[in-house]
């Protein structure tokens, strides 16, 4: 080759932001859909997409809740549900003299009203039919000559059925009867969700968290700490879990003392600072415009997903952008869960949310998790910076395995190792993530590494300062200086 100008170049320089998964997810939830694999939703997305993927389910409605709060990519791993959901009683109104019942299995909690929009019979008289409680209503259509019509995606059939006298046959079905029923979502038990869980021992796409969908107790609670620990320690990765406390009995009324002291005494049996369960309910208007009463761990799970590691998703501060609308999170119930209940569930260590006098919107109380009592991680916020510490170590330490060591120098040797670790928290100081950061050795007997072969490192590092609480001392004298 003749000599000229050659480059060569060189890649990599900028050190550009490799994936991290930070404010990725894991939903795990009961769906009709079939998967081994978790099945992606972005934030694009809109409702009728993520439906499309994932049936009429709670785990579409959950998806929905996170990507309408911020959530840019969220992995759902379905689950099939062991208890069928229940359809209610069919109400009617109107002076038709058919009738019109619901048969099927529904795939969701749906309100269902039937309009009939022209009189008729089978095969004459109209109607539309909603399953979001009159918020939208499908095309109209004609009452099928068998009388039966399916709701597509829900799981429910319509049977439509005329009058039995043959005059009043074309009065069967008069224009403003209307038919309307609930149903109630399928559930899963607790086997079923774990053995969906399993999967994710095999799923290699970085994620931070699993957001078990549906509301449970105690039981899952433990179950879920047990599996958490088995995929740190077996399967090195660092997630924490995020689940939906059951909501308190309407029959409990005004007074949720008990049952707030009730939740604090199963708490104590978790002590695990990577699990965190929401006890916030609220009515919300979701993606798709429907009003549902909703866990709101969802709604927290969409601000993770939009905020760094080391911020607070409670922060207040309009810039930060963290509030719930009242417009969209209507209101938080029940009414009696007052700021004395919303105390009790806090210092038990349960995520809450809260409204504050002089703000307009809801907000994320505390981040708290079921940590063990004098913890240094008590809140997400000191959690995720963990977890991110413990992934980006390893993909730096992963890189010297094997690596050969001078003898002569072991320190020296294994002291530049050390410092290639380090790397990762240099860019967690440089992000902001944490303040500052410690790395060193230890243990560096040469006859113990000969055979060892196991080179120990300690990290020690600064996290970020947080204003938990704000006193202002207040007052009043002659006359103020300059």
């Known amino acids: 080759m003749l000599r000229d100008v050659r480059h060569n170049v060189v890649d990599g320089q900028l050190h550009g932001a490799a994936a991290t998964g930070d404010g990725i997810h894991v939903k795990v939830g009961v769906s009709p859909i079939v998967s081994d694999v978790p099945i992606l939703i972005t934030g694009d997305m809109d409702a009728a997409r993520i439906r499309s993927r994932l049936g009429l389910s709670p785990l579409a409605d959950a998806a929905m809740d996170a990507v309408q709060w911020g959530a840019a990519k969220v992995y759902c791993l379905p689950v099939n549900a062991a208890a069928a959901g229940k359809i209610g009683e069919v109400s009617k109104t109107g ?17 269902v009203i039937v309009k009939i929009t022209g009189q008729g019979g089978l095969n004459s008289a109209a109607f539309a039919v909603s399953i979001d409680g009159g918020y939208s209503f499908a095309d109209e259509v004609t009452v099928p000559l068998n009388g039966s019509y399916d709701i ?36 899963a038990t607790n086997g079923e969700i774990l053995t969906a869980c399993a999967k994710l021992k095999r799923f290699n796409q970085e994620y931070e968290f699993i957001h078990v969908v549906g509301e449970c107790g105690l039981a899952l609670w433990m179950a879920m700490s047990e599996f958490q620990r088995e995929l740190m320690t077996n399967n090195r990765k660092p997630v924490f879990v995020l689940l939906e406390a059951q909501c ?5 009324g005004d007074d949720l003392y008990d049952w707030a002291r009730q939740m604090e005494a199963d708490r104590s049996k978790v002590q695990n600072t990577d699990i965190q369960v929401c006890t916030a309910w609220g009515r919300l208007t979701r993606l798709d415009g429907t009003i549902h009463s909703v866990n709101l761990a969802g709604l927290a799970a969409g601000r993770y997903a939009m905020t760094a590691v ?10 930060a952008g963290l509030g719930f609308p009242k417009s969209k999170l209507l209101e938080l119930i029940p009414a009696a869960l007052d700021d004395k209940i919303i105390q009790i569930l806090d210092e038990a260590g349960f995520m809450t949310f809260r409204g504050y006098d002089g703000l ?4 994320v109380y505390h981040t708290k998790m079921l940590c063990p009592s004098k913890s240094d991680f008590v809140y997400t916020e000191d959690v995720r910076v963990k977890n991110k510490i413990i992934r980006e170590t390893r993909k730096e330490a992963l890189l010297l395995l094997n690596d050969d060591i001078d003898m002569e120098d072991i320190e020296g040797d294994l002291g530049a190792r050390a410092k290639f670790v380090g790397a990762a928290l240099d860019r967690m100081v440089d992000a902001k993530e944490i303040s500052a950061h410690e790395i060193t050795v230890v243990d560096t007997n040469p006859e113990t590494f ?17 204003i938990r609480e704000i006193v202002i001392d207040l007052g009043r004298v002659a006359q103020v200086a300059g």
Do not use: C, H
């Open 95 to 111: 002076t038709g003299a058919g009738n019109v019942t619901i048969q099927g299995t529904p795939t969701n909690a749906f309100a």
């Open 152 to 187: 597509v995606g829900t799981g429910l059939t319509l049977k439509f059925t005329e009058a039995e006298a043959e005059d009043l046959k074309a009065e069967s079905f008069m224009v403003d009867d209307t038919y309307t029923v609930k149903t109630t979502a399928p559930t």
């Open 248 to 252: 308190p009995d309407e029959a409990v």
């Open 310 to 319: 080391q911020k607070s998703i409670g922060q207040t501060r309009q810039e």
């Open 360 to 363: 307009d919107d809801y907000y």
């Open 450 to 466: 000969v055979v060892e072969g196991t080179m120990r490192v300690r990290v020690r590092y600064a996290s970020r300062g947080y």
